[in-house]
C-alpha cells in the first residue's frame, strides 16, 4: 500500500509504526457553524481511508478533534447571547447530524479542546522549560527561530514565510513567525487559570495536545485539508517535537482544492453551501458519492449541475444493484456451474483484486468507482433469465462488499417485505385473470409505498425511489 506524503512530495510504502495497527489524526471543524461541503470533503476522504485501513485487517484508532474555543466561537456567542460552552454543544451535535447522513462513522475518539486544558497548560510549561517558548504579557509564544526544521512540510524558507502568512501585528512577540500557545483574558472571554494568569490556548497547541494525549507522541498519519498545511500543521510539527524531541507524524495526507462554480467558495459570492442546506435537496449519499468520484488530492470543482450527474451514476449502480438482486431471487438452482457461469465468478473475483489495487495505490476512489461500474455493466450483460441464482449472489456479495469500503450503495431492502411480495403476487394473479382495474389498483399501492414495478418478459422487477 502506497500513500502520498506531503512532508517528501511522493508517494510512500505505508508502514506503520506498530504492525498490524494505525493511529490516525484528522483536524475537525470549530464548532460555531454548520460545515460546509469543503469541510465534507476532508471528513469523507479521510472517512473511506480509516474504512479501507479496516478492510485491509488494521486496527486503527482513529481521533477526530473538535475546537470548541477560538475567536470565530467567541464572537458568534456574543451576537447571540449565549455562552461559548452552549455554542460548541449545540453544533457539535449538529456536526454528527450532518456527518452520520454522509455515512461518517464516528471515530474512535472526539476530544474537545475545552476538556483538555490542564494537559495543554503542561504541554506549554514543557515547551517554556525546554526553551522553546516564551512569556510575554500574560501570553506565551512559540519561538520559532528556535525550531530549525520549521516550514519543513510546507517546503517553505522562514524568508517566504514570513513574506506571505497572514500575521498578526503584536508588539509582545520577539518576531512576527512566533505564534501563540497562551492568550490572556480579554473582556467578554471565556478564561482558565494558568502559571500565566488566566487567558486560553491557541488553536495550534489544542491539536498536538490532543495527539499526544490520545495517540501518542508519534503517530501514523496526521490529516486535513489543504488550508491546513501553513500554518496549523507546520506549527503543530514544531511544538510538538520540540517538545517531545522527535517526530510528531509519520506521513501527513492532504486533500485538495474544492472551489465551487470554478471559484473559491466565499458567501460574498454567493457560493457556500454547507451540508445541511444541501441535505434539503439532495439525498447526503450522493453528495458522498460525488466527492468519492474524484481522487482526494485532485482538485475538486462543485456545482449543483456536478451534485445532478452524480446522482445518475449513483441511480445507473442501484438500478444494476436491482438488476442483480432480481436473478439472485428468481435464479435457477440444483444443478452444477456450467462453465461460462465459472469463468463469470472468477471475473467477479478479479473485480475485488482490482478494487484493492487501485485503492492500495493512494486510495483512489476514483479508479475504484470505476471498477465498480465495469462490474454492474458485466453483470447486467452475462445475468439473464435461466442463470443459477448463486452465480448473481456471487455478484452481490462482490459488490456490496466493495461498496462497503465506500460506504455506498446501500442495499436498504435486502429482504423483499412480506407485504411488498403479497401485492406483487395479487397483482400478478389480477393480471392473469385479465382484471386490469384490480392491477392498476394494486400497482397505484405500491407506488405509494415508495414501489416501482417493472414488466420484463422475465417477470416482475421492483425497487424502491
Not at 494505525?22 to 481511508?49: E, L, Q, S
Not at 508588539?171 to 500565566?196: C, H, Y
Not at 486510495?363 to 465495469?374: K, P
Amino acid at each position: 500500500m502506497k500513500l502520498y506524503n506531503t512532508m517528501t512530495g511522493q508517494k510512500e510504502e505505508f508502514v506503520p509504526l506498530r504492525p498490524g495497527e494505525v493511529t490516525m489524526y484528522v483536524c475537525g471543524p470549530t464548532v460555531y457553524n454548520y460545515f460546509h461541503v469543503g469541510n465534507a470533503r476532508v471528513f469523507v476522504v479521510f472517512d473511506v481511508v480509516r474504512r479501507y485501513l479496516e478492510y485491509r485487517g488494521y486496527k486503527v484508532t482513529y481521533v477526530q478533534n473538535f475546537t470548541d474555543i477560538d475567536d470565530k466561537m467567541i464572537k458568534r456567542a456574543n451576537e447571540e447571547g449565549t455562552t461559548v460552552k452552549e455554542l460548541g454543544d449545540r453544533f457539535i451535535k449538529e456536526y454528527f447530524d450532518d456527518a452520520e447522513a454522509l455515512g461518517i462513522k464516528r471515530a474512535t475518539y472526539h476530544p474537545r479542546a475545552t476538556e483538555n486544558i490542564d494537559n495543554i497548560i503542561e504541554f506549554i510549561k514543557k515547551l517554556i522549560d525546554r526553551g522553546y517558548a516564551y512569556v510575554a504579557g500574560g501570553d506565551v509564544y512559540f519561538d520559532v527561530s528556535k525550531f530549525g526544521d520549521y516550514g519543513k512540510l510546507s517546503h517553505k524558507n522562514i524568508d517566504e514565510l514570513i513574506s506571505g502568512a497572514r500575521i498578526d501585528v503584536n508588539e509582545l512577540k520577539d518576531d512576527p513567525l512566533d505564534f501563540a500557545l497562551w492568550k490572556a483574558q480579554k473582556e467578554g472571554e471565556p478564561g482558565w487559570e494558568s502559571p500565566w494568569g488566566v487567558g486560553r490556548p491557541g488553536w495550534h497547541i489544542e491539536c498536538s495536545v490532543m495527539a499526544n494525549t490520545f495517540l501518542g507522541q508519534t503517530i501514523d498519519i496526521h490529516a486535513g485539508g489543504p488550508d491546513l498545511v501553513f500554518p496549523h500543521h507546520e506549527n503543530e510539527i514544531a511544538q510538538s517535537e520540540a517538545a517531545n524531541g522527535r517526530p510528531f507524524a509519520r506521513y501527513w495526507m492532504h486533500v485538495g482544492f474544492l472551489n465551487v462554480n470554478n471559484e473559491k467558495m466565499s458567501k460574498s459570492k454567493n457560493n457556500f453551501f454547507t451540508v445541511r442546506e444541501l441535505r434539503e435537496k439532495y439525498d447526503p449519499e450522493i453528495i458522498r458519492f460525488f466527492i468519492l468520484t474524484s481522487h482526494y488530492r485532485s482538485p475538486l470543482n462543485f456545482s449543483l449541475e456536478l451534485l445532478d450527474q452524480a446522482k445518475n451514476g449513483l441511480d445507473r449502480l442501484y438500478n444494476g444493484l436491482e438488476n442483480i438482486k432480481f436473478f439472485m431471487n428468481r435464479g435457477a438452482e440444483g444443478r452444477e456451474y456450467t462453465a461460462e457461469e465459472r469463468g463469470f465468478t472468477d471475473r467477479v473475483d478479479g473485480y475485488r483484486d482490482r478494487f484493492v489495487q487501485v485503492m492500495d495505490d493512494d486510495f483512489n476512489t476514483a479508479d475504484a468507482i470505476a471498477v465498480i461500474f465495469e462490474l454492474i455493466r458485466e453483470c447486467n450483460s452475462f445475468l439473464k433469465e435461466g442463470i443459477h441464482k448463486q452465480v448473481a449472489k456471487k455478484a452481490y456479495d462482490v459488490l456490496m462488499e466493495l461498496c462497503g469500503v465506500l460506504n455506498i450503495l446501500e442495499d436498504k431492502e435486502q429482504v423483499v417485505d412480506e407485504d411488498i411480495r403479497r401485492l406483487i403476487e395479487e397483482r400478478q394473479k389480477a393480471r392473469a385473470e385479465r382484471n386490469w382495474a384490480l392491477a392498476d389498483k394494486i400497482r397505484d399501492q405500491l407506488r405509494d409505498m415508495g414501489i416501482i414495478l417493472e414488466d420484463t418478459p422475465s417477470g416482475v422487477r421492483w425497487k424502491r425511489v
